[in-house]
């Protein structure tokens, strides 16, 4: 199985250090954020003989503006190594903010594990990044 590159965002083991979480940015938009990211290996997703697991985020930014999850969506990807995803927050985040601290929870079996990620905003990106709906 191939190795896949280490990404140039922050990462983190999870689940019992079997997966690497690792996140590759985020896209701003009108009333909402993406965080896109992956997960190696991947995921199951209960079609095989593990339990699936359901992802949900919550956010804060630098200046304490809170952020709940809208959603997302991920699988594996053609090559069958790893997970990717998007997975979304809302409202917008302001364009003061430099900072966006999220925690990943992972539900699978009922039970919670979360993780503590955070990802830098760039003044200079944030109105290049941001895009319709």
Do not use: W
């Amino acid at each position: 199985m191939p190795k896949q590159p280490r990404p140039p965002g922050p990462a983190v083991r999870i689940l019992d250090g079997h997966h690497e979480l690792a996140l590759h940015g985020v896209t701003l938009r009108e009333d909402s954020f993406d965080v896109t990211y992956s997960v190696v290996p991947p995921l199951s997703d209960g079609r095989d003989k593990g339990s699936p697991i359901l992802l949900f985020i919550e956010a804060t930014d630098d200046l304490g503006n809170e952020y709940t999850d809208s959603g997302g969506a991920y699988g594996v990807a053609p090559d069958g190594t790893h997970t990717k995803g998007t997975i979304s927050g809302r409202p917008a985040l302001t364009d003061e903010s430099g900072m966006l601290h999220v925690r990943f929870t992972f539900l699978r079996g009922g039970v919670e594990n979360s993780y503590d990620l955070a990802l830098s905003l760039p003044a200079s990106s944030q109105s290049s990044a941001r895009s319709g709906p």
